[in-house]
């Protein structure tokens, strides 16, 4: 199996890649043997992946990232990098290669410590003799000063080190580091083809795939999450009931309670699962005496972990909001596709009843204004303003 597997719907990417991947795997090899380097115009040190949710730009930064430090003997005899069963394909798609070092966050945001550690780590020579890579999936994360330091060493990179920055959009990322990279843009891959990847990778039945895949518009992860989790169908079953519900302000301020409720009871979950193995581990690191009292001086370090604790949490229940709300703009467009008597599948055929009844009794202008506040509600949430006061707002437009 290739490293290019799981890159789903994105021919002209995997072309792409495959193309520098070759012309990197020339240059490696030339100057492994004393040769003159050839040209690796398709080759660069920074690059950048955008596409939507859900489009698969980690996947395809992690398979590039594999196709670099592949070392398969078949690439003597004329094979593409990238072959997937090597050790250097191995190990840099399950995360433990050397050279390969892959930075996702479970905060609000990148800093500019975090970052100068990257920018250190991109400084070494490869162990492997390869390529040094720094894989981003983050990089709309960077604070501003984060930015800043990146920016430096994206100007003036180490030899045999590559930068992979994924973000949803070119905004996300500042104007002096994307026009230092090149360029890959993915899209959504189409529900058939997201369908086709869980049968295949993850054997889910036929049916459960299609309806999964359907339901979260091509987006992989959701789509493997909902096939596999009850709770995440449970959720967003009390999700798609909220239109029902908002008829009488008390229904839409119960409603709105409700999903913030699920939202921190979501974090909680996670909180519970990482927390305290955190916690015990930072104890044992520290000295920690039997009965769990701490050694002077650590008070700092616990302080630091805990606020980051929080930090994730307050992550967590955003994330989970925002997919809620992601699922609701989901039914109001299928409301609209319904009125309009539009071709297109719907993604909630699920609701078919619930969908026809809202489209019933409103009327198109109506729909969309009511996408428009649950758009208007993740720009507050992205805002911080408080989760509940957000929510129980759009709740109250979803009345008019």
Not at 18 to 45: F, Y
Not at 49 to 58: E, I, L, Y
Not at 81 to 99: E, K, N, R, V, Y
Not at 243 to 258: F, H, S
């Amino acid at each position: 199996m290739a490293v290019w597997d799981d890159l789903v719907g994105q021919a002209r990417v995997e072309e792409q890649l495959a193309a520098a991947a070759r012309d990197a795997d020339a240059l490696v090899t030339a100057q492994a043997a004393g040769e003159p380097a050839p040209d690796a115009s398709k080759m660069t040190h920074a690059w950048l992946f955008t596409g939507p949710p859900g489009s698969g730009r980690d996947t395809a930064a992690r398979a590039f990232a594999a196709a670099l430090q592949c070392v398969s003997p078949d690439r003597a005899l004329g094979g593409a990098p990238g072959c997937g069963f090597c050790d250097g394909c191995h190990t840099a798609l399950i995360g433990t290669h050397a050279d390969v070092e892959v930075v996702r966050t479970d905060l609000l945001s990148i800093g500019v410590k975090e970052t100068r550690d990257l920018v250190r780590r991109a400084q070494l020579s490869p162990a492997g003799r390869r390529w040094q890579v720094i894989v981003l999936e983050d990089a709309d994360r960077l604070t501003e000063g984060a930015a800043n330091v990146l920016l430096k060493a994206v100007e003036e990179p180490a030899p045999r080190t590559v930068w992979m920055l994924c973000a949803p959009s070119l905004e996300d990322v500042l104007p002096t580091i994307r026009s230092r990279c090149r360029h890959l843009t993915l899209s959504t891959p189409s529900v058939r083809a997201v369908a086709d990847l869980l049968i295949r990778r993850d054997g889910i039945e036929p049916e459960v795939a299609q309806a999964a895949a359907r339901a979260t518009q091509g987006h992989i992860d959701r789509a493997r999450r909902l096939a596999t989790d009850e709770r995440a169908r449970a959720r967003r079953a009390v999700v798609l009931r909220l239109p029902l519900r908002v008829g009488d302000v008390g229904g839409g301020l119960r409603a709105a309670q409700e999903l913030v409720d699920a939202a921190a009871e979501d974090a909680k979950q996670v909180a519970e699962e990482v927390d305290v193995k955190e916690t015990e581990e930072l104890k044992a690191a520290l000295g920690a005496v039997q009965g769990g009292r701490m050694p002077r001086g650590t008070a700092g370090a616990m302080k630091e972990l805990e606020d980051r604790q929080k930090r994730r949490r307050t992550r967590t229940q955003r994330d989970s909001l925002d997919l809620a709300l992601t699922d609701l703009t989901g039914f109001y467009r299928d409301v609209l596709a319904v009125q309009l008597r539009a071709a297109s599948p719907l993604a909630n055929e699920d609701v078919r009843d619930a969908l026809e009844t809202i489209a019933r009794d409103t009327t198109p202008e109506r729909t969309l204004r009511r996408i428009e506040a649950v758009l208007a509600c993740r720009e507050a949430l992205d805002r911080n303003v408080a989760p509940l006061l957000a929510v129980e707002a759009m709740t109250m437009a979803l009345r008019d």
